[in-house]
């Protein structure tokens, strides 16, 4: 369990970062390292020069712009999850927070390193799916910028610029009306990967009617997926309403099948977690002060 | 590669590769063995340290990355030359360990835990615990040593007393 040799910087600033990074092909980021340290560990990954971006003030912290909730690439989980501004704002991510690893892993890991590894089953991922966040790289002198929908492509495989440097991800900020988000999950054991995952997020108007349905499901398929839920809208959201909704939204879905959950297994789970983290977003709608009331 | 590692309080410069770990810095050349080499790639929570504060994997930094930073081990948290610290001392108290392998870690995540929360729930002591792996207790007797150390630290005069003179 010890990585090859390779070379380390710390840079402390974009520029400089970038320039490394150009100047080896083989170079690669390493932010938190939650997930890159074990692949370096068993030499899955070998790369012959790694670039600290920890430290570079730019590219840490969470703050509002006039087109959303800018977080910066290397803000650690722990601190997005302590944020009062994305508990407010982003309150799906708030939710999915909690489920990204444990309070060790979730200390040192960031929020970009995790949309940057493009795995299936990670929540940060698909909260940027659900709700269209924009993910920033600088890419030498230019600023590149991707949809969720165009970033991730397959598992682990994303539509990064080689030798780019992902800086931020803007999110939407909180809509007008009743906001309630939802986020379920099932894993073997609390932080781990889970086989299932959904989230949801929910705008009804003042006398409970549903305005917007946001809904995606991660781990289910290569990349973590939006899916269709618009017919909600009009409706008052009742039980009957969210499970015919899943049930088009998952129609012909395509399903992972591996050795810690079968396709039929992951199906199932999917449609059930949708249906709860609907339902949980409707409660925590429905518990908000309507705007004229 | 050379580094300033401030380690429970200690200031020393080492020459690593930048490939060895903190975990493994700590143990080969700081001669810290209390952070125990389980897995080795950040599954079993038994060389977590504290990090300005919080707990960490050690073995998922490079001791390269550790530069700047306050960390502390299990050697660090006991009170004085041969005594143990409070949450070791409910650790034996109430028998939250066997084969002691996965303890230092197990206790670092709850002294990180109680320093900030001096009046856990146990579903927050479970969070807290939830990424480090003990295969002999059942983890039972371990929660329990971790709320008996939380009430041991909210009657200790003398710790409270450290903490506002820091």
Do not use: W
Request: proline share 5%; with cysteine.
């Amino acid at each position: 369990m010890k990585p090859v040799p390779f070379s380390y910087i710390r840079p402390d600033s974009v520029e400089k970062a970038c320039e490394a990074l150009a100047s080896d092909p083989d170079a690669r980021v390493i932010a938190g390292g939650q997930t890159l340290v074990p692949m370096l560990a068993m030499r899955l990954a070998r790369p012959t020069l790694l670039v600290d971006v920890t430290r570079i003030a730019n590219l840490i912290g969470i703050e509002e712009t006039d087109t959303g909730i800018k977080i910066g690439a290397a803000t650690r989980q722990a601190d997005a999850l302590a944020s009062d501004l994305v508990a407010y704002q982003v309150p799906l991510l708030a939710k999915a927070l909690p489920n990204v690893g444990h309070p060790p892993t979730r200390a040192r890991g960031t929020v970009g390193g995790s949309i940057a590894h493009g795995d299936p089953s990670a929540e940060i991922a698909l909260a940027t799916v659900i709700l269209g966040a924009s993910i920033h790289y600088r890419d030498g002198d230019e600023d590149v910028e991707f949809l969720p929908e165009d970033y991730f492509l397959g598992p682990t495989v994303t539509a990064a610029p080689t030798g780019g440097l992902l800086t931020k991800v803007v999110f939407p900020k909180r809509p007008e009306g009743r906001v309630g988000a939802g986020f379920q999950e099932i894993a073997s054991r609390r932080s781990d990967y889970a086989f299932a995952s959904a989230g949801a997020q929910i705008v009804l108007d003042e006398d409970g009617t549903c305005v917007t349905a946001l809904l995606g499901i991660g781990s289910v398929g290569d990349v973590p997926l939006a899916v269709d839920v618009s017919g909600l809208a009009g409706t008052r959201l009742s039980d009957a309403d969210i499970r015919d909704a899943v049930e088009t939204a998952l129609e012909g879905l395509e399903v992972v099948d591996d050795l810690h959950a079968s396709a039929s297994y992951r199906r199932r789970a999917a449609a059930r977690l949708a249906h709860m983290a609907l339902a949980e977003a409707k409660t925590e709608a429905l518990a908000t002060e309507g705007a004229a009331a | 590669m050379k580094v300033e590692l401030t380690v429970n309080g200690c200031k020393s410069e080492i020459d690593v590769e930048p490939r060895v770990t903190l975990l493994d810095a700590l143990r080969e050349e700081l001669g810290l063995k209390g952070a125990h080499a389980g897995c080795e790639h950040g599954v079993c929570g038994a060389c977590t340290v504290m990090v300005d504060g919080v707990a960490v994997r050690s073995c998922l930094m490079f001791a390269v990355q550790g530069d700047g930073l306050d960390i502390t081990t299990i050697e660090g948290i006991t009170r004085g030359e041969g005594e143990l610290g409070i949450v070791q001392d409910a650790f034996c108290e109430t028998h939250g360990l066997q084969c002691g392998y996965c303890t230092p870690g197990m206790i670092i995540a709850a002294q990180a835990l109680l320093e900030k929360n001096p009046e856990p729930t146990d579903a927050e002591i479970r969070e807290a615990i939830s990424g480090n792996i003990c295969r002999c207790t059942g983890y039972g007797q371990i929660i329990e040593a971790i709320r008996l150390a939380a009430r041991h630290m909210r009657e200790s005069n003398t710790l409270r007393a450290r903490k506002f003179a820091e």
